[in-house]
């Protein structure tokens, strides 16, 4: 007996046989295989598949725990593929970006850089150093003018003042 669709089985070719579809999946079988295949067929392909994470099977068996994200929106992800012009009415969401700026900065110091070493093997005095540029987004502290970003300004501005009073205290109790 072979196992080869087309080959004899018992006697007879798979061809010569009388083969019917079966009306869900399609494919051809026997008249009395397809009476038992059609209602399972049926019951499979009536059945939608849960999507499978990774994920979560990987994280079986663990104490780890994951927080789900709430599901965006459409309109919320074409936003951001297509970019903010198709949306004229709603503001851009965070600051602009000075990258121009920054990469004039970084070939401004390249160039000062070179000027050095040029200046080094020669020795000629030193050329003066490229004035620094303020970044406008930093906050500047009150007590020591010192510049940094908002999250660090919070945190330096408390260490900042609590430093000032520690001084003052040191000073009033040393000049007692």
Known sequence: MSQIPGKELNGTTARSQD???????????????????????KKVFNKKRKPFSSLKQRLQGTEITVKKQPPQKVWLKLKRVLCLPLFPLQKQIGKKSNWRQHHEDFINTIQSAKQVTKHLKESHPFPPPPSPTINP????????????????????????????????????????
Not at 19 to 34: I, S, W
Not at 146 to 174: D, S, V
């Open 19 to 41: 083969l019917a579809p079966c009306t869900t999946c399609g494919r051809h079988f026997a008249q009395d295989v397809l009476l038992r295949h059609d209602p399972i067929c």
């Open 137 to 176: 987004d930093n906050i500047q502290c009150p007590r020591c003018s010192r510049r940094f970003n908002e999250a660090a300004a919070e945190r330096h501005m408390k260490f900042c003042e609590e430093q000032a009073a520690r001084r003052a205290f040191a000073a009033r109790t040393t000049g007692q």
